[in-house]
């Protein structure tokens, strides 16, 4: 079953809602989100780098490490009052107009 972004950061707030403490502060949340990049890059570069993973380090994903930075990011847009489906049309128009051109676009014929 394919969940919205809407429902996904619905489904966060339920989550967070549960606990006394709520939400971080921005700050945290960026020290947390920034956290979670290194780990996404370090796995990045054990699987396309060349730096191989050490036998006594955790089998962590790319797939994981993606998700907690999805998870991450709708605490912040949550904390905020942020509608990230609105973020993502933003981003997208930005992408579908001033960048409409910038990259070479595949022959569909």
Same mark, same amino acid.
């Given at each position: 079953m394919e969940k919205s972004?809407?429902?996904?950061?619905?489904?966060?707030?339920?989550y967070i809602s549960q606990f006394e403490e709520?939400?971080?502060?921005?700050m945290s949340m960026l020290a947390r989100m920034t956290e979670e990049v290194g780990?996404?890059?370090?796995?990045?570069? %054990?699987?396309?780098?060349?730096?191989p993973k050490k036998a006594s380090e955790e089998d962590n994903s790319i797939e994981l490490e993606l998700g907690d930075i999805l998870f991450i990011t709708m605490c912040f847009?949550?904390?905020l009052g942020i509608d990230l489906s609105k973020s %993502?049309?933003?981003?997208? %128009?930005?992408?579908?107009?001033?960048?409409?051109?910038?990259w070479t676009k595949k022959n569909t014929d």
């Amino acid at each position: 079953m394919e969940k919205s972004l809407a429902e996904m950061q619905r489904e966060v707030d339920r989550y967070i809602s549960q606990f006394e403490e709520g939400y971080f502060s921005p700050m945290s949340m960026l020290a947390r989100m920034t956290e979670e990049v290194g780990e996404l890059a370090r796995e990045v570069n %054990h699987q396309f780098g060349e730096k191989p993973k050490k036998a006594s380090e955790e089998d962590n994903s790319i797939e994981l490490e993606l998700g907690d930075i999805l998870f991450i990011t709708m605490c912040f847009a949550n904390s905020l009052g942020i509608d990230l489906s609105k973020s %993502h049309d933003a981003v997208m %128009h930005k992408f579908n107009t001033r960048d409409a051109n910038r990259w070479t676009k595949k022959n569909t014929d």
